[in-house]
Each structure stands twice: as C-alpha cells, then as structure tokens.
C-alpha cells in the first residue's frame, strides 16, 4: 500500500508527494517536514529531529511528521521520544493506512494504541 515503505522503515515515497496530508499542513510545517524528511532520508537523524520537532511544533495536527519524527528518534535509540511521536502521530492521523503503520510500531514498542 500507500505506507508499504514507511512499513519497511523508511518514508522515502513521501518525497515524491510531499503533500500527502488530506488536510494541508501550515506552510512553515511543511517546509519543516521536508528538510526533516530529506535529513532523514540521507541518515543525518539529528538534523531530521531538530527539523521534524519544528514541524510539529508548528502543525500539532501534522501526523506525517510525528511519524517520520519517531522514526528519526528509533534510529537513535530514543524509543520513549519514538513512542511519544507515534502516539501523536496515531492521534492525529486522518489517512487509516498512516494509523495502521502507526499502530504497528507502537506495537513492536510494546505500547497498545490510545495507551501507555
């Protein structure tokens, strides 16, 4: 589907839509979101939090950057700043497909959705 790559661990399909989100994103959030999502694309993860924390923290509702956010956050080995990135992402997720990929990692975190 739709989120088979963010499934296999990367979010590398989201470049060529950047503007997958069903509701637009903030301007300012989406330029955030897509030199986050370049930096974590090229495997610099800092950079992709310090860029995806931003574009959260200026479209709260921006599911797409909480999820890549948490996926950045596993690749440094902050699972509890992973899991708090997925359970925003989950709860403002329009697209289910996005849920579903969601749900699965917080599952492999060992969180149910909705719970801690």
């Known amino acids: 589907g739709e989120w088979g790559a963010a499934r296999a661990g990367g979010p590398q399909h989201l470049m060529a839509a950047p503007a997958a989100s069903p509701r637009p994103a903030a301007p ?19 950079a992709a939090c310090d860029h995806l924390a931003r574009a959260v923290d200026r479209d709260p509702a921006f599911a797409e950057a909480a999820f890549v956010l948490g996926l950045a956050r596993l690749r440094l080995g902050e699972r509890d700043a992973a899991r708090v990135a997925f359970e925003q992402a989950a709860a403002t997720a329009e697209d289910p497909s ?16 909705g719970g801690r």
């Open 98 to 113: 996005l849920r579903a990929v969601v749900v699965g990692r917080l599952a492999e975190l060992g969180v149910a959705a």
């Open 28 to 46: 300012a959030a989406m330029e955030a979101f897509d030199a986050g999502l370049h930096a974590y694309v090229d495997g610099d993860d800092t």
